[in-house]
């Protein structure tokens, strides 16, 4: 297994593969998480062929991709995040750049659980570590609470370096007012 870092994807056969396994990854949270997490296609293309975005790409020995993490410090890259946030908290790194965002970092189904994830999220944190960097991510609480991923990820990265803050930075949260007949009952 090898980690590659590309810039674009361009190869018609390595984009549908690309997309096969995001897809493969992320359709089921669109049920768990009100905030959809599942770009559309034509989204996932834009960010495949965005240069400012680096695509981390996992390939297997036989050639074939298992896991894919998008990483990018230009956040004005990123859709639904505000770079003046952290323009406004992080001034320095900010205007050096030393901030990144990952997009997603996904693993195909039928690779997970062989340490492609762990290499993938390893990769992108050496990335800015060497950098005295900062990385953010959105992590949905399904992902948090069922799963676990921000306890995950500190693990991961705390293995590597005692030089590292972990902090949640924001969070939001989606109320539901219910009119029905079921909460009336209530």
């Not at 669109?30 to 996932?44: G, I, S």
């Not at 908290?89 to 901030?99: L, N, T, V």
């Not at 900062?134 to 921000?150: A, K, M, P, Q």
Request: aromatic content about 14%.
């Amino acid at each position: 297994m090898v980690i590659k870092i590309v810039d674009q994807i361009n190869d018609d056969e390595l984009a549908e593969s690309a997309w096969e396994l995001y897809y493969a990854a992320f359709r089921e949270l669109n049920t768990m998480a009100v905030q959809r997490h599942l770009m559309y296609r034509h989204e996932f293309d834009e960010v495949m062929n965005d240069t400012r975005v680096q695509k981390y790409l996992c390939m297997n020995d036989d050639g074939t991709l298992a896991g894919l993490a998008t990483y990018t410090r230009d956040l004005d890259a990123v859709p639904l995040i505000a770079p003046q946030y952290f323009e406004r908290h992080w001034p320095e790194h900010y205007a050096g750049k030393r901030i990144w965002y990952i997009g997603f970092v996904a693993v195909h189904p039928e690779a997970q659980g062989r340490h492609m994830f762990k290499q993938l999220v390893e990769q992108l944190y050496v990335t800015a570590a060497t950098q005295n960097g900062l990385v953010g991510i959105d992590i949905c609480s399904y992902n948090d609470e069922v799963l676990h991923f921000s306890r995950l990820f500190r693990a991961m990265v705390e293995r590597l370096t005692d030089n590292m803050r972990f902090s949640r930075i924001d969070q939001q949260s989606y109320w539901l007012y219910d009119f029905s007949a079921e909460a009336a009952a209530a």
